[in-house]
């Protein structure tokens, strides 16, 4: 038997916000959340790929083996695998599938299978792939510490770790015990899984799938080569980050739209802002990179708070996420919102010790009676990372 984990980090988006869509710089990073692809390999002859989503369904899917016997290269990977998934659902296509989130899933996979599987059809027949010569039972198993549809790039890492998990069973990248993954084979896995995203949101900036594939921080500038630049910040490490989901549904197009509108109608007011917000990135580099924690500390409230008083201006923050905001603010902890806004989820700095840990343990606690989500993390420097258990 065979077993080995795949996985990729969530993300998120430090400062930076909105005025990255103008051509402004971002800070995104990865954080110590992540999505798991457990794939089990058994001397067992089974004539479907078994798929058990943790987080979606207390049933299994089965994806015959033979789906991938036949593909047509005339048309859309991404029409043949919605194709594919309707008749596996027995269901006609039709545009609701999109908010079935275990269809739509299920769909990432059928869709990098296919991929991974063209990849290396020039190379070996099909026979020499471990999952398609029926002789073998192939469970993968995916769960994720990641909330969804709140800004953390949940859809990126699972788009990257599926990318992964898929290549390896493909034999596109060996099946060994250890495996360092290669810059080579990064931009492979952080290209297909862009593309497998836009199965979930219709299109992908690439800035998720980039940041999950790779892992750290990085300095994001929209339609500018290169697109991310990786920064080495050493302060980075005394940095925690709590997160706490508003659980208010945003929608990231209609946060963008409502910016954009408020552009279109002060072009001169709305340009002040963006450039404010991206002088904040700037600078936020530079006070990172100092000595003084004491006031690398200080800098960094200053331009938490203020970075978020802009996106209120902007008009993307929520009454609830400004209360989040309050709250943390008597217990020391800066905090501003991140993502698209209108929801989402609040970021807090915690910030060396300038903060009460008991205060905030009790903030947590009455959080979650009020069943918001909320935990502590860290920046997390590792992208997709693979761990074997062959047996």
Same mark, same amino acid.
């Given at each position: 038997?065979?077993?080995?984990?795949?996985?990729?980090?969530?993300?998120?988006?430090?400062?930076?916000?909105?005025?990255?869509?103008?051509?402004?710089?971002?800070?995104?990073?990865?954080?110590?959340?992540?999505?798991?692809?457990?794939?089990?390999?058994?001397?067992?002859?089974?004539?479907?790929?078994?798929?058990?989503?943790?987080?979606?369904? +207390?049933?299994?899917?089965?994806?015959?083996?033979?789906?991938?016997?036949?593909?047509?290269?005339?048309?859309?990977?991404?029409?043949?695998?919605?194709?594919?998934?309707?008749?596996?659902?027995?269901?006609?296509?039709?545009?609701?599938?999109?908010?079935?989130?275990?269809?739509?899933?299920?769909?990432?996979?059928?869709?990098?299978?296919?991929?991974?599987?063209?990849?290396?059809?020039?190379?070996?027949?099909?026979?020499?792939?471990?999952?398609?010569?029926?002789?073998?039972?192939?469970?993968?198993?995916?769960?994720?510490?990641?909330?969804?549809?709140?800004?953390?790039?949940?859809?990126?890492?699972?788009?990257?770790?599926?990318?992964?998990?898929?290549?390896?069973?493909?034999?596109?990248?060996?099946?060994?015990?250890?495996?360092?993954?290669?810059?080579?084979?990064?931009?492979?896995?952080?290209?297909?899984?862009?593309?497998?995203?836009?199965?979930?949101?219709?299109?992908?900036?690439?800035?998720?799938?980039?940041?999950?594939?790779?892992?750290?921080?990085?300095?994001?500038?929209?339609?500018?080569?290169?697109?991310?630049?990786?920064?080495?910040?050493?302060?980075?490490?005394?940095?925690?980050?709590?997160?706490?989901?508003?659980?208010?549904?945003?929608?990231?197009?209609?946060?963008?739209?409502?910016?954009?509108?408020?552009?279109?109608?002060?072009?001169?007011?709305?340009?002040?802002?963006?450039?404010?917000?991206?002088?904040?990135?700037? +600078?936020?580099?530079?006070?990172?990179?100092?000595?003084?924690?004491?006031?690398?500390?200080?800098?960094?409230?200053?331009?938490?708070?203020?970075?978020?008083?802009?996106?209120?201006?902007?008009?993307?923050?929520?009454?609830?996420?400004?209360?989040?905001?309050?709250?943390?603010?008597?217990?020391?902890?800066?905090?501003?919102?991140?993502?698209?806004?209108?929801?989402?989820?609040?970021?807090?700095?915690?910030?060396?010790?300038?903060?009460?840990?008991?205060?905030?343990?009790?903030?947590?606690?009455?959080?979650?009676?009020?069943?918001?989500?909320?935990?502590?993390?860290?920046? +997390?420097?590792?992208?997709?990372?693979?761990?074997?258990?062959?047996?």
């Amino acid at each position: 038997m065979k077993k080995f984990v795949v996985s990729a980090p969530a993300k998120a988006i430090l400062f930076g916000e909105h005025a990255v869509v103008y051509g402004y710089p971002a800070i995104a990073a990865t954080i110590d959340l992540r999505c798991y692809f457990t794939v089990t390999i058994k001397n067992e002859a089974c004539e479907d790929i078994i798929i058990d989503f943790k987080d979606l369904s +207390e049933n299994t899917i089965h994806i015959p083996i033979k789906m991938f016997h036949s593909i047509s290269n005339k048309e859309s990977v991404m029409d043949y695998a919605w194709k594919l998934v309707s008749d596996l659902f027995d269901c006609a296509y039709h545009e609701s599938l999109h908010d079935s989130p275990i269809i739509v899933s299920t769909c990432v996979i059928v869709y990098l299978f296919i991929r991974a599987t063209q990849l290396r059809s020039d190379e070996c027949s099909n026979q020499q792939f471990p999952m398609f010569n029926g002789k073998s039972t192939i469970c993968i198993e995916i769960q994720s510490d990641i909330p969804s549809g709140c800004g953390l790039g949940s859809s990126g890492a699972f788009s990257v770790a599926a990318t992964a998990t898929i290549l390896l069973l493909t034999n596109n990248y060996p099946l060994v015990q250890v495996w360092d993954i290669d810059k080579i084979q990064r931009k492979l896995i952080s290209s297909l899984a862009r593309d497998a995203e836009c199965i979930i949101h219709g299109k992908s900036s690439g800035l998720d799938s980039t940041i999950c594939t790779y892992g750290g921080t990085i300095v994001f500038r929209k339609d500018q080569l290169p697109l991310f630049q990786e920064i080495n910040i050493s302060n980075f490490d005394t940095v925690k980050l709590l997160i706490v989901n508003t659980n208010i549904t945003r929608s990231t197009s209609l946060a963008v739209r409502k910016v954009y509108d408020k552009w279109k109608e002060d072009k001169t007011c709305v340009n002040s802002i963006f450039k404010e917000i991206g002088t904040i990135v700037d +600078e936020v580099i530079d006070i990172l990179n100092q000595k003084d924690n004491c006031e690398i500390s200080r800098s960094l409230t200053r331009h938490i708070v203020r970075n978020q008083l802009l996106l209120e201006e902007l008009g993307v923050s929520h009454s609830i996420s400004n209360e989040i905001i309050e709250e943390l603010k008597l217990v020391g902890i800066p905090a501003k919102v991140t993502g698209a806004g209108l929801g989402g989820c609040v970021l807090g700095f915690i910030l060396g010790v300038d903060y009460d840990n008991s205060e905030l343990n009790d903030l947590i606690s009455r959080w979650h009676t009020r069943s918001l989500w909320a935990q502590v993390t860290f920046i +997390e420097a590792t992208g997709v990372k693979y761990n074997s258990h062959f047996l």
